[in-house]
């Protein structure tokens, strides 16, 4: 298993605790996307670890093997078309698990297209702080904090923090923004106005269940404060 799986084992691992019911579904992205384990119940656990150790992508193009800079915009597509068929969903949830390693032209502006979908559709896109060992990771955060703040997500810097997403604690939403950047918070709210950004609105602060408790325009000009 690569770093990445074994730290979405992780994060799974730690969802398997939860006693709300929850299906996963994973997704591999390189040079396209492909259903690693199919739709299955949390509890199913051994059977998606068994699903990803016995996975084989040959992610080979001309001969030469392909693994990185990664397609995230395929993965991210194949999501959206998966969640889009299923039926009876009203909480769904995107977990990236990556090293940011994804080109900015040739990648990363059509995942971006597919961030705008997910707000629009009022699905949520969490980046998880997978830390590369080989590469320059001063730049590769920045690619993985903006994973999160335009997914109005959550950025899990570790696999146990996934439990948040089930709670009315406080979460930075964004934590590339200067307002909200390195700020550390730990605070739960009971009560708060319902609200909705609209899709080009940033969410700095939220509730762990997607609730928006700081918000601010794409200019940085108005800001709602909604609790």
């Known amino acids: 298993l690569m770093d990445t799986e074994r ?10 605790e939860r006693k709300e019911k929850i299906n996963v579904v994973v997704i591999d992205f390189s040079y396209m996307a ?23 992508d040959v992610s080979k193009i001309d001969g030469t ?17 998966i969640l889009t068929n299923k039926t009876g969903n009203n909480n769904n ?36 702080n997978v830390i590369s060992s ?17 997914g109005r997500g959550m950025y899990i810097t570790s696999a146990t923090h996934i439990t948040d997403l089930f709670e009315k604690k ?4 964004d934590p590339a923004h200067f307002i909200s950047d390195e700020l ?3 605070a739960v709210v009971t009560n708060f106005n319902k609200v909705t950004p609209t899709p080009a609105a940033k969410t700095l ?22 609790t």
């Open 7 to 16: 730290y979405a084992l992780q994060i799974m691992q730690s969802l398997k």
């Open 93 to 128: 949830n995107i977990i990236v698990v990556s090293d940011g390693n994804i080109h900015y032209e040739k990648y990363f502006v059509k995942a971006e297209k597919e961030l705008e979908e997910f707000r629009n559709m009022g699905i949520r896109v969490h980046s998880v």
């Open 134 to 150: 080989d590469m320059d990771d001063s730049v590769l955060i920045q690619v993985r904090k903006r994973i999160s703040a335009l």
């Open 34 to 56: 492909h259903v690693m384990s199919d739709f299955k119940p949390i509890q199913e656990y051994s059977q998606i670890e068994s699903d990803l150790t016995n996975f084989r």
């Open 184 to 186: 550390l918070i730990n």
């Open 205 to 226: 602060i939220t509730t762990g269940t997607g609730v928006p408790i700081v918000t601010v325009n794409s200019y940085n000009k108005v800001g709602a404060i909604t």
């Open 170 to 173: 406080l979460v930075v939403s």
């Open 65 to 81: 093997y392909w693994l990185r800079p990664a397609d995230l915009s395929s993965g991210l597509k194949l999501a959206r078309e």
